[in-house]
């Protein structure tokens, strides 16, 4: 569907025709600039930074040219090819739906950089790196991850406003590390996991971490998990989430881990509207003018896959949003 998409934007015009076809002369001779953001990014931790699927960690385009792209045809026609890039987006990029991102991709944001109205879909991708991007106004998913896509790192970007989700990790997608970010005005912030009938593809993947994100005033989804065992949530700052924090659901197996949750009623559910409940795990939590937290049986340890040490979570409400987001890194 993404693919459909990029060739209607490419053949839409004689004006977008040419740019295509400028970018891809520049294949042969891609404009390599200064890698002012690239080296900063040399590995993931968490669940991207795991050795398996034949994948020693997610280094997204690291290898690959060095390009900035300034407008949306040349962004998009970069993000469709086959080859790594580090692919550095230098203004706001406007288009429509989710576009497709292939494998072996940095995409990351020069100062002021912006994705408005669309979001990027990874479908059967791996190996894939988006960094220090804003996200705004996307009329479907901001960042879709989906159909057995794999090592995914999405770190320090800022996201709110979509139409849907912010970040969907869905249909056996797996080692996905979610770091660094600052969600806000939005509702439904991350899922992961399709649908309650999508057991026999969920169940043993949708691996995935959270850690050092700003839950800023988002309702819910911080994440909601089906089917996936382990998901770490650690050293989060939950504030003013007016529906709840984490959700595990459908024997999903979720450790909540020193986190700091403020003003949330309802920080940690086992079950949630029609699904049944998921196995949850909480340890080392601060909960300030909250609810109490929901857990069930027991989980697998995140520390059989990777070594991690926990911040002290009472330091939270000042390191989190001092360092997520944009212009961080």
Request: charged share 20%; net charge negative.
């Amino acid at each position: 569907m993404s693919d459909i998409s990029r060739r209607g934007l490419l053949a839409g015009a004689a004006a977008t025709a040419l740019t295509a076809v400028t970018a891809r002369a520049a294949a042969a001779r891609p404009t390599t600039t200064n890698p002012v953001w690239a080296a900063p990014f040399a590995t993931a931790d968490g669940f991207a930074g795991t050795n398996t699927l034949g994948q020693n960690g997610t280094t997204g385009g690291l290898g690959g040219p060095v390009v900035t792209v300034r407008d949306t045809d040349t962004f998009l026609d970069y993000c469709d090819r086959n080859e790594p890039y580090v692919i550095q987006v230098d203004g706001i990029m406007t288009f429509s739906s989710k576009q497709g991102l292939r494998s072996n991709k940095t995409v990351i944001g020069l100062p002021g950089a912006e994705i408005r109205g669309g979001g990027l879909d990874m479908y059967r991708r791996q190996n894939v790196i988006i960094r220090n991007l804003k996200f705004t106004g996307a009329d479907d998913d901001a960042i879709s991850i989906q159909q057995s896509s794999h090592h995914i790192w999405i770190d320090h970007c800022d996201l709110g406003g979509g139409a849907d989700g912010l970040i969907d990790i869905v249909r056996g997608a797996d080692f996905i590390t979610v770091s660094w970010n600052h969600f806000h005005d939005h509702s439904k912030t991350a899922l992961l996991g399709h649908s309650d009938s999508n057991a026999g593809q969920d169940t043993g993947k949708l691996r995935v971490t959270f850690h050092h994100n700003f839950f800023d005033g988002t309702d819910q989804r911080h994440p909601r998990v089906r089917f996936g065992e382990p998901v770490h949530v650690y050293n989060n700052y939950f504030r003013d989430n007016r529906l709840y924090g984490v959700a595990s659901t459908e024997n999903a197996g979720v450790l909540v881990e020193a986190n700091y949750f403020e003003n949330v009623p309802h920080p940690i559910y086992s079950g949630y509207d029609e699904s049944g409940p998921g196995r949850v795990v909480q340890r080392d939590n601060v909960y300030v003018n909250s609810g109490t937290p929901h857990t069930l049986g027991s989980v697998v340890e995140p520390r059989t896959y990777y070594a991690y040490t926990p911040d002290n979570p009472s330091t939270l409400p000042t390191t989190v949003p001092a360092g997520v987001g944009v212009g961080r890194i």
